[in-house]
């Protein structure tokens, strides 16, 4: 089934941009959240769960099912994908799914002026942090 891609830059409404693709299109939306609890929390403990959240290199550590979570999520995606359409955001999805026949990776972008502007809205915070913000990002 066809996969849609999404990567974004903070403040270039990529987020909202899947969210409307996602329901024009009538595919499921998965987020880094939403891999995190549905396919991954299963195989953690409270810890594990908290450094998923936390470090991406936690996602070579091995889980109770004796694959990385990374493995796991792959295969659960690729899973997904065999049965329905997916639009997935972020989470490395278009490395994942860059041999996929079927699937289409997009980056979503914005001028910087208006991606400050809209982080400094979103958090409420100075410009200087805005600033701060976007650069750690990016």
């Known amino acids: ?39 991954l929390k299963p195989f953690t403990n409270d810890q594990q769960y908290i450094l998923l959240k936390e470090s991406s290199r936690f996602y070579r550590e091995k889980g109770s099912n004796g694959l990385s979570f990374l493995e796991t999520a792959t295969q659960k995606l690729y899973d997904l994908c065999e049965k329905e359409s ?20 997009i980056r979503i972008v914005a001028p910087d002026e208006i991606r400050l502007d809209r982080i400094k809205q979103q958090f409420r915070v100075s410009v200087e942090e805005a600033k701060r913000i976007m650069k750690t990002a990016d």
């Open 86 to 105: 997916a639009i997935i955001v972020g989470f490395g999805s278009h490395l994942i799914f860059e041999n996929y026949p079927e699937s289409l990776s």
């Open 1 to 39: 089934m066809p996969v849609l891609t999404i990567s974004r830059q903070p403040g270039s409404l990529g987020d909202e941009i899947a969210v409307a693709l996602s329901s024009k299109l009538g595919w499921q939306l998965l987020t880094r959240q939403k891999i995190l609890d549905e396919y």
